[in-house]
């Protein structure tokens, strides 16, 4: 019987030979003027068999929904994204079953794909949405997820703990070189090379926003007390994790990722000043303290203690950053059980105060910050953070109580300023509406005001707290 590989220099794989171990090889045609005689040996015809149907195969995986170019010819299929898989979760028996893509959004630096990805392990099946997010460029937030997040999560896993517990963010996955893989392949199983500069412009997580995670299910305002006390909580569990990577390792995180840019302060604006001063200016309460703000926010930053404060700082933190997944208990009402962190666009090495000023004044609810600040930075985040650091290593030494009040207080004004930006943000998307419909806005300038006085409050009392626990 003789092969017909006609239709393999076509590219079209549904008339492929069904196995790869019977092949004839008939009488030889005549030969033209200086060309050889000699046939083909039975590998060699092997070979360039495996070789066509592999090139047939790519060809018609590229045009169907089960495929994803990447640049750089590099295909994600079931093949690649089952390496990927195997690899993340250390399973060798791992299968992709389906591989579905359902939406592409277009973004100014690339692109976001939306995967459906349907697993076979042990006989169960189990989906996966993972979102693919392809950058023109070199990108930051894919660096701090492939590099960075990927050598905390390591070494949270050789301290024999669960990432989950600690990292704040959804799972994410690298796409690992075939000869770095755990899997062995069939000889017939052929996968795209992985480029090291991947790792610097893809990034593929799982899709949990929105899903099994959402925004905050509060009515308006900010967060509750239970919420609050998760967001510290895994805040602090967050930041502990570099803290401890990074004392253990003796490492200087500057040098070590050098991409990671210093974060920029918070600023205010001339028109948010005028409003500021009139604002002091009408309170009879509190503006005889008004020198405190009106001068603080002009003031550039303070060296931060690094050596002694610094973590992996999120970098801009606020509600519509911080997504929860919820538990239902007696049927009666949802309970917030875990918290993530969306977009680590900015994420830097920072002073671990930072995010927490950010979180207290941009997201917690003005009556539970009142009446709990002083709780959620002194016990609720230091014991979280004191505790975390000692399931890593118990010989690490951190700060005293004292020294993170004390370093709290003189960062008091990051957090007024942060707060101040977002609810005059607020405020002036309201000055934008038409007056048709400016009878249904619920912000006021009054609401504005008041958000306002609540953080000077909130200071003043911390700071007055503070100063007598000192004394």
């Not at 047939?56 to 990927?84: C, H, N, Q, V, Y």
């Not at 709290?408 to 942060?418: P, Q, T, V």
Request: aromatic share 8%; proline share 2%.
């Amino acid at each position: 019987m003789t092969t017909n590989l006609s239709s393999l220099s076509n590219g079209k794989s549904s008339v492929l030979p069904g196995r790869r171990h019977s092949i004839a090889v008939g009488q030889s045609t005549p030969s033209h003027p200086g060309h050889s005689t000699r046939r083909k040996s039975i590998q060699e015809s092997l070979q360039s068999l495996t070789q066509s149907m592999s090139v047939g195969l790519r060809i018609a995986i590229r045009a169907s929904k089960e495929s994803l170019e990447l640049g750089e010819d590099l295909i994600l299929d079931k093949l690649l994204t089952r390496e990927m898989l195997a690899n993340h979760y250390n399973e060798r028996d791992i299968r992709v079953v389906k591989f579905i893509i359902h939406k592409k959004e277009e973004r100014s630096n690339g692109e976001i794909h939306e995967i459906e990805v349907w697993t076979k392990r042990d006989g169960v099946r189990k989906k996966i949405d993972i979102l693919v997010s392809a950058s023109a460029e070199d990108d930051r937030e894919t660096q701090v997820y492939n590099i960075l997040l990927t050598n905390l999560r390591n070494y949270i896993l050789c301290k024999k703990l669960n990432p989950r517990k600690y990292l704040c963010t959804a799972d994410h996955f690298l796409l690992w070189n075939p000869e770095e893989s755990l899997l062995e392949r069939a000889e017939d199983e052929e996968i795209s090379g992985v480029p090291s500069s991947v790792n610097n412009r893809i990034l593929i997580q799982e899709n949990v926003f929105g899903k099994e995670y959402r925004l905050s299910m509060l009515d308006g305002g900010g967060l509750d007390y239970e919420h609050s006390v998760l967001s510290v909580s895994k805040l602090a569990k967050f930041h502990a994790v570099s803290y401890a990577f990074r004392k253990e390792g003796k490492m200087d995180i500057s040098s070590e990722y050098p991409w990671m840019k210093p974060r920029s302060r918070s600023k205010v604006n001339h028109q948010t000043m005028v409003r500021l001063q009139n604002i002091f200016q009408q309170s009879s309460q509190f503006g005889q303290y008004s020198s405190i703000f009106l001068n603080g926010v002009q003031e550039e930053a303070g060296e931060d203690e690094l050596e002694n404060f610094g973590v992996i700082s999120h970098g801009s933190l606020n509600k519509s950053k911080v997504f929860y997944k919820y538990r239902s208990e007696l049927e009666s009402r949802l309970f917030c059980s875990d918290m993530i962190f969306k977009d680590l666009s900015e994420c830097c090495y920072d002073s671990c105060l930072i995010d927490l000023l950010h979180l207290l004044f941009t997201a917690v609810d003005p009556e539970v910050r009142e009446e709990y600040m002083a709780d959620l930075v002194c016990s609720v985040y230091y014991d979280s953070f004191a505790s975390a650091v000692a399931s890593f290593n118990q010989r690490i030494v951190i700060f005293s109580r004292g020294e993170f009040v004390h370093e709290f207080e003189r960062n008091l004004i990051e957090g007024f300023n942060a707060g101040l930006n977002l609810h005059t943000e607020e405020y002036e998307a309201t000055l934008t509406v038409p007056d048709s419909k400016s009878s249904q806005q619920t912000y006021t300038y009054t609401d504005y005001r008041d958000c306002v006085l609540s953080m000077v409050r909130d200071i003043l009392q911390f700071k007055i707290n503070a100063q007598a626990t000192v004394t």
